[in-house]
């Protein structure tokens, strides 16, 4: 007799339909799973047999064979406990109503007393379902994927429930949570801007970065607070919208990373400098995200950048560009969503204090050509903005002046998103980093004054074709934050002063 379930499996943070197609006949007693399963859904054999027995029900001792469709796929995970068991249990008649069954996916690990489990990536499985779609899942996955629109999801917590519910002998409804109101609910900032005394220009050069989304490196003397700015950055960020917290926790949800449901705070990471390819961009069997990846729709932060692998460094260049990464293996091609605000801080030297008005530097010339050289040009070029940030002298560290909020540089920030979101409403653009060079010209008009001071800058600064349209984005961010429709000569004129030369040329 063949009984066929439905559910789901995971490719990247994508959902893909599985028919879970299971056959009891006669000959030697058996348990046998195809359809490229992995060794975790090979070990869901003993946890099915167990779960049935221990909750009530009787195991049959024939030729048991399931088959995982489509077979081209790779299949891993938990997930599917719940469908074979409950496709064997509808072949012995124990779930009588074949009809209603056929109405719903099932998801779920089994635990041997027959208890239900939570299992990983369940948001972005249930999120790719049709509209319309019937998913019984595990009663601790509620605050996770009861966020997901037009598919109703039914909580349980035991085998038992299930087919009680499948039969008709108990009342289970749907459950679904609005995230609008999620997302609008209150939160306190641990960290604040106004914590940070002096460094005005590095607050206004991250202000500006933040409002264009444009990458950001910082480099100063131990102890001149370019980690304590650093860690302040998601305090100015907007809030997320319902599509950005969806697309985080589709990537917390398949790395396991989710803690109390939804993600409604950008996410901040900052990797140590020995972290591995592989950790950051992606990679593993089975293949998850990376530090890329995880920091989606908000911060990396890259401390002592000087410190980092160099093929570690160069690996993050397609990712800053495309927002994306594809991790390509002999049997899958998975792409994971990469779209974040990149953010380093570096010393000027190794011993740090190469240009300190106080501490004397005791590195040789050729020792920090070496260390700055860790950061190759196509790397470094990639940074929108590059500031020196100075260590604060005894006097200014005493002054108990008081700082600018978060909450006023934040307002400002949104005011400049709204603007760019009108200018770029009939395109794919975000906002200015975004920018292509053809964009550039549709977008940013210079005056006759404006294109001869660029033109002189560009030539004795050396710029290269990138960072003249990185001069032009960060210029364009600045006149939006100062509500200027068009770009002036002011606003060409502070861009300038992000750039660090990393040389010792000059």
Not at 75 to 90: M, Q, R, W
Not at 404 to 413: A, G, L, Q, W, Y
Request: charged residues 25%; contains cysteine.
């Amino acid at each position: 007799m063949l009984s066929k379930v439905k559910t789901t499996t995971l490719k990247g943070i994508d959902g893909v339909e599985v028919l879970v197609e299971v056959d009891i006949g006669n000959g030697l007693p058996s348990f046998t799973i195809v359809g490229l399963p992995t060794e975790s859904v090979e070990e869901s054999k003993e946890r099915v047999r167990a779960a049935i027995k221990n909750a009530g029900f009787e195991f049959p001792i024939r030729k048991i064979t399931v088959n995982l469709a489509p077979a081209d796929v790779k299949k891993d995970g938990t997930y599917f406990d719940l469908p074979i068991a409950v496709g064997i249990l509808s072949i012995i008649g124990v779930v009588k109503d074949q009809d209603k069954m056929n109405d719903f996916y099932f998801l779920g690990e089994l635990s041997l007393d027959g208890s239900i489990r939570k299992i990983v990536g369940a948001l972005p499985m249930v999120s790719s379902l049709k509209k319309g779609s019937k998913v019984i899942a595990p009663y601790d996955l509620m605050s996770e994927i009861s966020i997901v629109e037009d598919v109703d999801i039914y909580f349980v917590k035991h085998l038992k429930e299930v087919v009680e519910f499948i039969n008709g002998d108990r009342s289970i409804e749907p459950v679904r949570t609005d995230l609008t109101k999620i997302l609008e609910s209150e939160f306190l900032e641990e960290e604040d801007f106004s914590d940070i005394k002096g460094q005005y220009q590095a607050k206004r050069a991250v202000e500006i970065a933040v409002a264009g989304g444009h990458n950001i490196v910082m480099i100063g003397s131990p102890g001149s607070g370019k980690t304590l700015i650093a860690r302040r950055i998601p305090s100015i960020f907007p809030p997320l919208t319902k599509e950005e917290s969806l697309e985080i926790t589709k990537i917390y949800s398949v790395s396991n990373l989710l803690g109390s449901g939804v993600v409604n705070k950008r996410p901040f990471r900052s990797p140590h400098s020995s972290a591995t390819l592989p950790s950051i961009i992606g990679g593993g069997n089975p293949v998850k995200p990376g530090e890329v990846s995880l920091s989606h729709n908000g911060v990396l932060f890259l401390d002592e950048l000087g410190e980092f692998r160099r093929d570690v460094l160069e690996s993050l260049r397609q990712p800053m560009e495309d927002g994306f990464v594809v991790i390509t293996r002999a049997k899958e091609r998975v792409m994971f969503p990469s779209n974040f605000m990149l953010v380093a801080a570096m010393n000027p030297c190794p011993c740090g204090w190469f240009g300190d008005k106080e501490h004397p530097c005791t590195c040789s010339i050729s020792e920090i050509k070496r260390y700055r050289n860790r950061v190759s040009g196509p790397i470094w070029d990639r940074f929108d903005i590059q500031i020196e940030v100075p260590r604060l002298l005894p006097h200014e560290l005493v002054h108990d002046s008081k700082s600018e909020s978060s909450k006023s540089i934040r307002d400002r920030v949104i005011k400049a998103r709204i603007i760019q979101q009108e200018r770029y409403k009939d395109t794919k653009i975000k906002n200015n980093a975004s920018l292509t060079p053809r964009s550039i010209k549709a977008f940013i008009k210079l005056g006759h004054e404006e294109k001869v001071f660029l033109e002189n800058a560009s030539t004795r600064l050396g710029l290269t074709g990138r960072g003249f349209d990185k001069i032009l984005k960060v210029a364009r961010t600045i006149a939006d934050i100062e509500g200027s429709e068009l770009v002036r000569l002011p606003h060409i004129a502070e861009a300038l002063q992000y750039r660090f030369d990393l040389s010792l040329n000059t």
